[in-house]
């Protein structure tokens, strides 16, 4: 889907998505300071009172309001600060009973033409193989492949092949963590970087991916669709082209679900430094039906981002592409929930996780390992994340 679709798609105003609507039409100011979930303190309660929809003011995001982070003004790692030592000697206590421990891959198998959001030049995945010391079979160079020599190198006659993306690439695509320089409010990014002093031809001097570094810390998994199942909720369930099912198309995660997949799971608290990952299915449809993959998703609203943000996880992910709800009448502008988690609380966005493992062997914590890529000015890293799980 191009953004000229998606803006179409959710009724939108190219002058509203870029977020010149005043104040006054989105209706008053962001989340207060004094919010829920601030006085039990962060992981303390699951309970979700309080929390709502109100566009925040636009023009004091911008304007820097949301600086500094908690963190400090020069602060470029958000609540990857929260996993600590400490934090990472917790999570591996959960392995310590001596039962068998399964490795689960949680990223999207990476294939020519995977469906991605597309910009200009396009987000894409297209990988050619290249040969040097044979001569490959009739039709490889016609069908992309890329022949370097048929002859071998050297004495020992050695051959190679290699990969080479001759049309681009991104890491914004498949399985990916957000950076904290993607997503910003007008030229303001997280902890107030602004984009003309931040902005290179070959990436960001401030906020990009070499800030992430690896991380083990606690996982959790929050199964939606899993709950919808138990539940019968047949208005909250669709079937992708194979069958499987799915949350339906524009399914609004609402904050009482959060709950209820929590407390199915076992999961009594979020602690600060989590990563709470959601399943929606929408994973299914990816390659059998890409133009509906991106015409909507289920997903989280702005009382959900916020409700999970007072927690203070390293990351939210989901197995859709962006996370947030899409093609729901609730949604009034384009991508706040990545605005809100991004640049207000430094929080990464997970996309395209795959946990239907986890789910099928009913492991709802565990410990979550990801190394994004070590890339100067990234906006995100593709790299699969890890779990480390004992099925139940």
């Known amino acids: 889907m191009r953004p000229d679709q998606f803006l179409a ?30 006085a039990a303190g962060p992981g ?6 309080g ?6 003011d636009v023009a004091f995001a911008e304007g820097g309001g949301w600086a500094p982070s908690r963190y400090g003004p020069t602060d470029q790692r958000g609540t990857f600060n929260e996993v600590t030592a400490a934090t990472t000697a917790s999570a591996l206590q959960l392995l310590a009973d001596g039962s068998p421990v399964k490795t689960y891959n949680l990223g999207e198998l990476m294939t020519n ?17 290249t040969v040097l010391g044979y001569q490959p079979p009739a039709g490889f160079t016609e069908g992309g492949g890329i022949l370097q020599s048929p002859e071998p190198l050297g004495p020992n006659r050695v051959s190679i092949h290699e990969e080479r993306f001759p049309q681009g690439y991104t890491y914004q695509i498949v399985t990916q963590l957000d950076g904290l320089n993607h997503i910003g409010v007008g030229p303001t990014f997280y ?4 984009g003309p002093d931040i902005a290179t031809p070959s990436g960001t001097t401030s906020l990009g991916s070499e800030n992430m570094g690896p991380i083990v810390t606690r996982g959790i998994l929050l199964d939606v669709l899993g709950l919808k199942l138990d539940e019968g909720a047949s208005e ?12 339906h198309d524009n399914y609004r995660i609402t ?22 990952l959601l399943r929606t299915g929408w994973n299914k449809i990816a390659r059998s039906e890409p133009e509906r993959y991106l015409a909507q998703e289920p997903g989280i ?4 981002a916020r409700y999970l943000a007072d927690r203070r996880p390293a990351i939210i992910g989901s197995d859709s592409w962006a996370l947030e709800v899409l093609g729901n009448p609730v949604v009034q502008a384009a991508f706040p929930v990545h605005q809100e988690l991004l640049v207000k609380n430094g929080i990464r966005i997970g996309e395209g996780i795959i946990t239907d493992e986890l789910a099928a062997d009913g492991v709802h914590e565990f410990v979550y390992v990801t190394t994004p890529q070590y890339a100067k000015g990234a906006t995100a890293g593709n790299a699969p994340p890890a779990a480390l799980g004992q099925p139940r």
């Open 9 to 38: 798609h959710t009724a939108l105003s190219r002058r509203s998505a870029l977020g010149l609507a005043g104040a006054a039409a989105l209706g008053v100011a962001g989340l207060s300071a004094a919010s829920p979930a601030a």
């Open 44 to 49: 303390e309660t699951m309970d979700g009172e």
């Open 51 to 56: 929390y709502d929809d109100v566009m925040f």
């Open 113 to 129: 033409g995977f469906p991605a959001f597309q910009t200009t030049p396009p987000r894409l995945y297209e990988q050619r193989l």
């Open 191 to 194: 902890n107030g970087f602004q």
């Open 236 to 247: 909250a369930l669709a079937r992708s082209k194979d069958g499987d099912p799915v949350l």
């Open 255 to 276: 904050i009482s679900d959060l709950k209820a997949a929590a407390t199915r799971g076992g999961i009594r608290r979020i602690h600060p430094g989590d990563v709470v």
């Open 301 to 304: 609203y702005l009382a959900e």
